[in-house]
Each structure stands twice: as structure tokens, then as C-alpha cells.
């Protein structure tokens, strides 16, 4: 995850439990849930670019690969080691996905070159202002017409989820998570330049409800 200093925090925070990534989340997530809800909403066709910004060990990529493997699907993540990881699983289950390395905050992308961007519990990592510049980004990298699909988490609906969302919070930072709790993320992505902006569905999750949104570059 960025920082505020430009650099990065391992997934995990600690180097140590980067390896650990995958089965923590699976454990802990109803993972292959909401990004095979994410998947189905992004509907990736054939030649479609697409992009998961922040896209740890690869889990979604592939996913997206596996649905529609005449899709040019791209991975970003600012750590090397996850990368790795991404790219070891991508070897091991025969699928070409390109891997880069840098920050949503500054994407490696010309303008206007995706028809799709997508992104899974990357937003609440960011501080305010490095959230509106990723938002930015993405209306930049994504051609008319394009759409992003992200999962992240939302405003609590009721008392139990605001309670279960506190230790997220307490984890990585009130500030970053703020936006996603007030429900805000909508729009910071209007405000950036894309259209229609809404939560499209929701998840109950240990950790607090997630919510599933879309928006489109006009």
C-alpha cells in the first residue's frame, strides 16, 4: 500500500507476512464472492483492455483472464515481492497477465488506453488526497466510454458492521479509511470525471460491509 512519504507498506504491513497474503485474505474474506461479482459487473469482452490497480498477489487478474482470456489484462502494484507472487501464480496456472510495478497516484499508462479498470480493498489504503489523485488517474487511463468496477468498503448499514469496521479502521489509519465509512467514494470518482457513479450491491463481511460500485468515463 502507498504512503504518504511516496513509498509503499507491504500488503500486510511486515515483509514477514507478505507470503501469508493469500490464505489470511481467504480466511478472513468471502474473497472469490465479491470479485466474482466484480468480474460479472466489469462483463470483460474480447480485446477489451483491462487494468486491477493495486493488485496484490493476482488473484483477480487471473480471474478476470480466466473469464475472458482474449482480454489484454494488466496487474499494478507498487511492491516487488507481491509481484512476484503474482507472477509465480500466473506461471503456474498458464495464464498471460502483465505485471507492472508503480502507483495509482501516477500510473504507467498513456492516456485513453483502457476500456476497463478495476480495483479490490486497494481505496481504503490511500489517504484523502491520494485517493482523488488515483481517482484522477484512472479517468485518465480509461478511453470513453470505459468503466471502473471497485470493491472496497462502504458506509456501515446498521450498528454491527460499524462495530466489526472498527478494527479495519484502527489497522490502516482512521484518515485513509475515513472517505469509505462516510460512503464518499462515489464522489471522489464523479469528481474526477466520470459519470454515474453508485453502489451497485453489498457484502457483510467480519470486517465490515463491503460495497461494490461502478462508474464510466463519458
Known amino acids: 500500500m502507498p504512503t504518504e512519504s511516496g513509498g509503499y507498506l ?7 507476512l507478505t507470503r501469508f497474503f493469500d490464505p489470511l485474505v481467504g480466511l478472513a ?3 472469490k464472492r465479491f470479485k466474482g461479482a466484480l468480474v460479472a459487473q466489469a462483463e470483460p469482452r474480447p480485446g477489451q483492455r483491462v ?12 480471474m478476470v483472464k480466466q473469464a475472458e482470456p482474449k482480454a489484454e489484462v494488466f496487474g499494478l502494484d507498487a511492491d516487488p515481492e507481491i509481484l512476484e507472487r503474482a ?34 480493498l486497494f481505496f481504503h489504503h490511500l489517504a484523502g488526497a491520494d485517493k482523488r489523485r488515483t481517482a484522477a488517474e484512472i479517468a485518465r487511463v480509461l478511453r470513453r466510454g470505459g468503466e471502473l468496477h471497485v470493491v472496497d ?3 456501515p448499514t446498521d450498528p454491527l458492521m ?7 479502521r484502527l489497522f490502516d489509519g482512521l484518515e ?7 460512503g464518499a467514494l462515489p464522489a471522489i470518482f464523479e469528481q474526477a470525471g466520470l459519470m454515474r457513479s453508485a453502489e451497485t450491491d ?17
Open 162 to 168: 460499524r462495530a466489526a469496521i472498527t478494527t479495519v
Open 29 to 31: 474474506m468471502p474473497e
Open 87 to 120: 507472477r509465480s501464480k500466473a506461471a503456474q496456472a498458464g495464464l498471460d497477465v502483465q505485471l507492472d510495478q508503480g502507483f495509482s497516484t501516477e500510473l504507467p499508462y498513456q492516456d485513453d488506453f483502457f476500456d476497463v479498470v478495476l480495483s479490490t
Open 176 to 182: 485513509q479509511t475515513r472517505d469509505n465509512v462516510t
Open 202 to 218: 453489498r457484502f457483510r463481511t467480519v470486517f465490515g460491509s463491503l460495497s461494490l460500485y461502478r462508474a464510466r468515463k463519458p
Open 153 to 155: 468498503y462502504g458506509r
Open 10 to 16: 507491504p500488503a500486510l504491513r511486515f515483509r514477514a
Open 51 to 62: 487494468l486491477d490497480i493495486g493488485c496484490g498477489t493476482g488473484t483477480l487478474a487471473l
